[in-house]
């Protein structure tokens, strides 16, 4: 069982290619960078040579890595710290702003092997502005959580059913997703506790202080804007320029969030269908009837001893609806297991899952569970669930009842309770904040840009408007975008709340 992720497609692309980080190295010798040893202490980041991680290969010599401390507990600022491990490429030009910090998304998905993978998207400010990424604590090189073994990992794919149809379906599914909290508490320990979203944004503002910058110049994407909001909320003095593209809306809780990413992926999938000849009504059935199919009988392919079934041909489908340019990749899989062979759809999943040809399995959604289920309150029950199981399939036949059974299974007898409904991003006495929303938005529905604008507060959150494809604006071919977030970042130019890039 996976939660369709909130970070960029790019990133599920880069994961299994992208260099991780070590702050190992020899220090930098002369940054200037002020520093803080996690306890309020004053001693410099020992920025150094970024090492390989795993078959990946180090990521350049234009990359510093380090390891900055900070507080497991934030209201007990003295006590136990945690790593966390950061990444950094200096400004190429000499008239610098300062650093940019980068969040690509998730929650769980790691800076640290996404930013030199960004560098090219950003590398008009990078000509002012260091760029910097980190692996958010719970994630990866910083505290990195793995809840399940990849033999467990195949073994539910297989078994477990995402849209159970029986008692006895239902009860493995409620047991699948209470056996992987277990294993969560076991990895995670007392950091379970601590993985919160409000405790990333305390330690973004630590970052803030060891880098130098009297504001913090932030570019979020995806979960990365609720990170922000979040920020904007506690720091409001603190924020300098600071865009979110792809926005979480913020007024949404479990439920309502699972809802709008069914409207979102289905919106998706229409403007598929039309750019094939096929009407979006037709074209959707005949899906949910494929997909009816494989529950009842899975797919063979071509990778040994595996099957597609259901839910791993619902996952298949999302991950090319997060760019416009994998869309003939969905055509073929389509067809191809229309045909009967389930090959493709499964490669489509094995790619959103992080799964490599040897069988190992990536902990994005690991770390994406531990931090999300911290976050939110709402634990619906089965029998919530049937009740609005009705809503999700109206809103979408293909996506709807995936969704729909996912708010009951993804925090099921989870170990420590969710904190909020909804997070607080209210940020009064902020400088403006850019909000970028696309139209054509997946898996961050374009009316969470402007529900983020108003709880932001008046004269805080800009809005600007991208009649696109696809998961995120900037960087995605929209020259009028690019130059407007551009512009803004580089020289503080702030857009008209309301403009609109066709």
Request: aromatic share 6%; net charge negative; glycine share 12%.
């Amino acid at each position: 069982m996976t939660r369709f992720t909130r970070w960029t497609a790019l990133t599920v692309a880069a994961a299994l290619l992208t260099a991780g980080c070590s702050g190992a190295g020899s220090p930098d010798g002369g940054s200037g960078d002020k520093g803080d040893d996690g306890k309020g202490g004053g001693t410099a980041l020992d920025w150094g040579e970024c090492k390989a991680s795993g078959d990946a290969p180090a990521p350049g010599d234009d990359w510093q890595c380090a390891t900055l401390r900070v507080p497991l507990d934030w209201s007990k600022p003295k006590g136990s710290t945690i790593g966390l491990a950061l990444i950094r490429a200096r400004a190429t030009g000499d008239d610098r702003l300062g650093s940019l910090l980068f969040n690509f998304g998730g929650p769980g998905g790691s800076g640290v092997s996404m930013m030199p993978s960004y560098a090219a998207t950003v590398s008009e400010l990078r000509e002012r502005y260091d760029l910097v990424s980190w692996d958010p604590r719970g994630v990866a090189a910083s505290e990195g959580v793995r809840c399940r073994d990849d033999e467990s990992i195949q073994a539910a794919e297989a078994s477990v059913d995402g849209t159970p149809d029986t008692a006895d379906e239902e009860q493995a599914f409620l047991r699948d997703a209470a056996d992987f909290g277990k294993g969560c508490r076991k990895a995670a320990g007392k950091l379970m506790a601590h993985v919160s979203t409000t405790d990333t944004a305390r330690d973004m503002d630590r970052i803030r202080q060891v880098l130098g910058d009297d504001k913090l110049n932030y570019f979020g994407i995806s979960y990365g804007t609720e990170l922000g909001g979040v920020y904007a909320h506690l720091f409001p003095e603190k924020v300098g320029r600071m865009t979110l593209d792809a926005v979480v809306d913020p007024t949404a809780d479990t439920v309502g969030h699972a809802k709008n990413q069914a409207r979102g992926f289905q919106t998706a999938l229409n403007n598929y269908l039309r750019s094939t000849g096929r009407d979006p009504e037709e074209g959707t059935r005949d899906i949910a009837r494929l997909l009816e199919r494989i529950d009842a009988e899975p797919l063979p392919t071509s990778s040994s001893g595996r099957e597609l079934t259901q839910s791993l041909a619902l996952i298949g489908i999302v991950l090319p609806l997060y760019s416009k340019s994998s869309w003939p990749a969905l055509t073929s899989a389509l067809q191809a297991a229309e045909e009967g062979d389930g090959s493709e759809l499964l490669a489509l999943a094995d790619g959103y899952n992080e799964r490599d040809a040897s069988g190992r399995y990536g902990t994005t959604t690991h770390s994406q569970r531990v931090i999300s289920c911290l976050d939110d309150k709402q634990r619906p029950t089965i029998e919530e669930t049937r009740k609005e199981l009705p809503e999700f399939e109206e809103i979408s036949p293909v996506f709807g009842s995936f969704l729909g059974w996912d708010t009951a299974g993804w925090c099921h007898d989870w170990p420590v309770p969710g904190q909020v409904d909804t997070p607080e991003v209210s940020a009064p006495g902020a400088a403006p904040v850019l909000v970028v929303g696309n139209t054509g938005d997946p898996a961050t529905p374009y009316e969470g840009a402007r529900r983020m604008a108003d709880e932001l507060g008046e004269d805080v959150g800009v809005v600007l408007t991208w009649k696109g494809e696809g998961h995120g604006a900037y960087g995605s071919g929209s020259d009028c975008v690019d130059s407007t977030v551009n512009a803004y970042l580089l020289d503080g130019t702030v857009p008209e709340d309301g403009k609109v890039c066709s």
